[in-house]
T-cell receptor, first 114, second 111 residues
Framework: EADIYQTPRYLVIGTGKKITLECSQT?????MYWYQQDPGMELHLIHY???????EKGDLSSESTVSRIRTEHFPLTLESARPSHTSQYLC?????????????FGPGTRLTVL | GENVEQHPSTLSVQEGDSAVIKCTYS??????FPWYKQELGKRPQLIID?????GEKKDQRIAVTLNKTAKHFSLHITETQPEDSAVYFC??????????FGDGTTLTVKP
């Protein structure tokens, strides 16, 4: 079944650690996104990609980095986690070029930095 | 860039009443307007959308209306039920390639 997957679902880690949040989609979509969201609050776009080798920064400044080497995979990396990074991270994907931008979201990774 | 304002930020209604959430946008080139529902602890999911060449779209108890001249669109939920309780997000898309989301509305339907 076509879907978008995120791992891990929950992560508790100490300050200063390097972490990578994984996102994969089997939707066949070109565009992918990363959002930061505190529970019940606004969706803040931190990174997006139009396709392989394309990455753009979003509206919210973030110390994280992303890569897009394969169409289906869009990992997010934090080189040195801090307590201020504690949040939920949502990955999403959408078609590109059909005049719409219906986004399909993954289940999220809830990150806690101690 | 695009500026999207969503109102109200919280809305509480009695079961069976109607609920209306409104979004205004700034870029007249915007051409696609989806609404997403996010239940507690779940991922946002598309519930209805409308393109700029259509004024209204309905799907059972939910409908979306678009006023391109005034640059606003609204989500209407009729005969609300407790399972409609969630956070609702509007979004606006232009062919520039990126969607802008509203800040969300927390809807509570009281039994």
């Amino acid at each position: 079944e076509a879907d978008i997957y995120q791992t891990p679902r929950y992560l508790v880690i100490g300050t200063g650690k390097k972490i990578t949040l994984e996102c994969s989609q089997t939707m066949g979509h070109d565009k992918m996104y990363w959002y930061q969201q505190d529970p019940g609050m606004e969706l803040h776009l931190i990174h997006y990609s139009y396709g392989v080798n394309s990455t753009e920064k979003g509206d919210l400044s973030s110390e994280s980095t992303v890569s897009r080497i394969r169409t289906e995979h869009f990992p997010l990396t934090l080189e040195s986690a801090r307590p201020s990074h504690t949040s939920q991270y949502l990955c999403a994907s959408s078609e590109y070029g059909d005049g719409t931008d219906t986004q399909y979201f993954g289940p999220g990774t809830r990150l806690t930095v101690l | 860039g695009e500026n999207v304002e969503q109102h109200p930020s919280t809305l509480s209604v009695q079961e069976g009443d109607s609920a209306v959430i409104k979004c205004t946008y700034s870029d007249s080139a915007s051409n696609y307007f989806p609404w997403y529902k996010q239940e507690l602890g779940k991922r946002p999911q598309l519930i209805i959308d409308i393109r700029s060449n259509v004024g209204e779209k309905k799907d059972q108890r939910i409908a979306v209306t678009l006023n391109k001249t005034a640059k606003h669109f609204s989500l209407h939920i009729t005969e609300t039920q407790p399972e409609d309780s969630a956070v609702y997000f509007c979004a606006v898309y232009t062919n520039a390639g990126k969607s802008t989301f509203g800040d969300g509305t927390t809807l509570t339907v009281k039994p």
